[in-house]
């Protein structure tokens, strides 16, 4: 598949490398595993630069000696020169006329050989007027971030810059459904459960399913028996976690099963709220797996799944893992069942980047609240997106549905009693509508109102 939309980072990594013409420059890429950090590097080096990957199930020794014919296939190290040791690596790296260095996986140095990064502390204040570039990437996101920031490490304030790669955009991956011949209702559906995670969209054409259906899809990656993604989730949190894991995986399955407050994940496990505090905190700021979600108005937020692959896998699979892997055919029908509600729960979020950009808000959030006077279960409202540009303030009603006229207008006016229960917004504020398809989706737009469905993205 080719490379793409990351001109931006790939640009940024250019201006970088100038600066690099004058002096030391050690950059820290990082982002979760499957986000497209590699490929990234490798467009960026273009065969002029050293690549290195940190195998951590290499020892110290042989991973040196693969260091060691790299450099020697680079020119870099003379055919009878050998590395003696990690110190003499490093300095042969910075110190010699060598092309730009990547270092991929970085953190797994934490478990081959730890004491390179006091030996990279070193090396790098004793030569820091020495023009070079060295990029230094990890998917282990918590543990990439105690290497940087925690003031106790050797490492700490020796990076220039940071920075965490984001998953593709919308855009991009639409982009990426056209070449992999998908309708563009299952390329959404796809987005709905993979996000912008390019190595899922990878595995539809390694795994020849370029043309096949979102439903054909999601059997052969996930519920076919050996299917390449079974343990995917697993996989990756396990090795961020470590040995922790078990109170995380409970906190993301409460989550996923709707428990969006501190207290209603604290009465899922059954536990104090105090008890669960700390790990809430490292979910979202140290290992960013989670969101606190803020509504437009008012102080107190909703905890969300960032990713949405992670997000299905909680919610469908985890709890009833020994089914799953067991292939029991009534769990299969269960999770096919439940796919479309699913892609409604993610579609929100989707249609709110849609909205973002095809009218250029500089803000946008869901907003609830509560319901003054009126009677107990009917005291609360949710509007999926309010927003703002330059010029006007709208709100939205997203669905993922196929709407007929009459739909739509019955969800518009509800939108429109729900919004005024939202205090100091403007006047003419514009109201909207995002759904799978809207049949008289012209008229509506005739009326006044923003409608968009499939057809538009």
């Given at each position: 598949?080719?490379?793409?939309?990351?001109?931006?980072?790939?640009?940024?990594?250019?201006?970088?490398?100038?600066?690099?013409?004058?002096?030391?420059?050690?950059?820290?890429?990082?982002?979760?595993?499957?986000?497209?950090?590699?490929?990234?590097?490798?467009?960026?080096?273009?065969?002029?630069?050293?690549?290195?990957?940190?195998?951590?199930?290499?020892?110290?020794?042989?991973?040196?000696?693969?260091?060691?014919?790299?450099?020697?296939?680079?020119?870099?190290?003379?055919?009878?020169?050998?590395?003696?040791?990690?110190?003499?690596?490093?300095?042969?790296?910075?110190?010699?006329?060598?092309?730009?260095?990547?270092?991929?996986?970085?953190?797994?140095?934490?478990?081959?050989?730890?004491?390179?990064?006091?030996?990279?502390?070193?090396?790098?204040?004793?030569?820091?007027?020495?023009?070079?570039?060295?990029?230094?990437?990890?998917?282990?996101?918590?543990?990439?971030?105690?290497?940087?920031?925690?003031?106790?490490?050797?490492?700490?304030?020796?990076?220039?810059?940071?920075?965490?790669?984001?998953?593709?955009?919308?855009?991009?991956?639409?982009?990426?459904?056209?070449?992999?011949?998908?309708?563009?209702?299952?390329?959404?559906?796809?987005?709905?459960?993979?996000?912008?995670?390019?190595?899922?969209?990878?595995?539809?054409?390694?795994?020849?399913?370029?043309?096949?259906?979102?439903?054909?899809?999601?059997?052969?990656?996930?519920?076919?028996?050996?299917?390449?993604?079974?343990?995917?989730?697993?996989?990756?949190?396990?090795?961020?976690?470590?040995?922790?894991?078990?109170?995380?995986?409970?906190?993301?399955?409460?989550?996923?099963?709707?428990?969006?407050?501190?207290?209603?994940?604290?009465?899922?496990?059954?536990?104090?709220?105090?008890?669960?505090?700390?790990?809430?905190?490292?979910?979202?700021?140290?290992?960013?797996?989670?969101?606190?979600?803020?509504?437009?108005?008012?102080?107190?937020?909703?905890?969300?799944?960032?990713?949405?692959?992670?997000?299905?896998?909680?919610?469908?699979?985890?709890?009833?893992?020994?089914?799953?892997?067991?292939?029991?055919?009534?769990?299969?029908?269960?999770l096919k069942n439940n796919l479309n509600n699913f892609y409604g729960r993610r579609f929100e979020q989707m249609a709110g980047e849609f909205v973002a950009l095809e009218l250029g808000l500089t803000e946008s959030r869901r907003q609830w609240g509560k319901i003054a006077g009126a009677e107990k279960g009917k005291n609360t409202y949710e509007i999926d997106l309010i927003g703002k540009n330059e010029k006007n303030a709208y709100a939205f009603e997203f669905k993922w549905q196929a709407l007929e006229y009459t739909e739509a207008m019955g969800?518009?006016?509800?939108?429109?009693?729900?919004?005024?229960?939202?205090?100091?917004?403007?006047?003419?504020?514009?109201?909207?509508?995002?759904?799978?398809?809207?049949?008289?989706?012209?008229?509506?737009?005739?009326?006044?109102?923003?409608?968009?469905?499939?057809?538009?993205?």
């Amino acid at each position: 598949m080719r490379f793409i939309n990351r001109e931006m980072e790939i640009n940024e990594l250019k201006e970088l490398e100038k600066l690099s013409k004058d002096k030391l420059f050690v950059i820290a890429i990082y982002g979760l595993r499957r986000v497209g950090k590699t490929r990234l590097l490798l467009e960026f080096l273009k065969d002029r630069g050293l690549y290195f990957f940190v195998n951590k199930n290499k020892t110290s020794a042989d991973l040196l000696n693969e260091y060691q014919q790299i450099l020697k296939a680079g020119k870099v190290l003379g055919e009878l020169e050998k590395l003696d040791s990690w110190d003499t690596f490093i300095e042969v790296l910075i110190t010699r006329n060598t092309p730009h260095v990547v270092f991929d996986e970085f953190q797994n140095f934490n478990f081959v050989e730890p004491a390179i990064f006091g030996i990279m502390q070193k090396n790098i204040d004793l030569n820091e007027n020495k023009p070079h570039l060295i990029v230094i990437s990890g998917s282990l996101i918590g543990l990439m971030k105690k290497l940087f920031k925690n003031t106790k490490e050797p490492l700490y304030g020796r990076i220039k810059k940071g920075k965490k790669l984001e998953p593709l955009t919308l855009k991009s991956c639409l982009q990426i459904g056209k070449e992999l011949l998908l309708e563009k209702e299952d390329l959404v559906k796809l987005y709905l459960l993979f996000g912008g995670y390019p190595k899922y969209y990878v595995a539809i054409e390694d795994f020849s399913l370029k043309g096949k259906n979102a439903e054909a899809i999601v059997d052969a990656l996930f519920l076919a028996k050996d299917a390449p993604l079974e343990d995917e989730i697993n996989g990756i949190l396990s090795q961020e976690f470590g040995g922790r894991s078990g109170i995380y995986y409970s906190i993301l399955e409460a989550i996923a099963g709707g428990n969006n407050t501190i207290s209603a994940i604290a009465g899922y496990l059954n536990t104090p709220a105090t008890s669960i505090t700390r790990q809430l905190n490292e979910l979202k700021d140290l290992f960013e797996i989670i969101e606190l979600e803020m509504p437009y108005q008012g102080k107190r937020g909703i905890y969300r799944i960032k990713h949405p692959l992670m997000e299905f896998w909680f919610s469908q699979i985890y709890k009833n893992f020994s089914d799953y892997t067991a292939r029991r055919p009534e769990f299969v029908t269960s999770l096919k069942n439940n796919l479309n509600n699913f892609y409604g729960r993610r579609f929100e979020q989707m249609a709110g980047e849609f909205v973002a950009l095809e009218l250029g808000l500089t803000e946008s959030r869901r907003q609830w609240g509560k319901i003054a006077g009126a009677e107990k279960g009917k005291n609360t409202y949710e509007i999926d997106l309010i927003g703002k540009n330059e010029k006007n303030a709208y709100a939205f009603e997203f669905k993922w549905q196929a709407l007929e006229y009459t739909e739509a207008m019955g969800l518009l006016d509800d939108l429109a009693g729900k919004v005024a229960h939202v205090p100091k917004l403007p006047k003419d504020l514009k109201l909207g509508i995002v759904a799978r398809k809207i049949s008289g989706k012209q008229k509506l737009r005739r009326k006044g109102y923003l409608a968009y469905d499939l057809d538009d993205f």
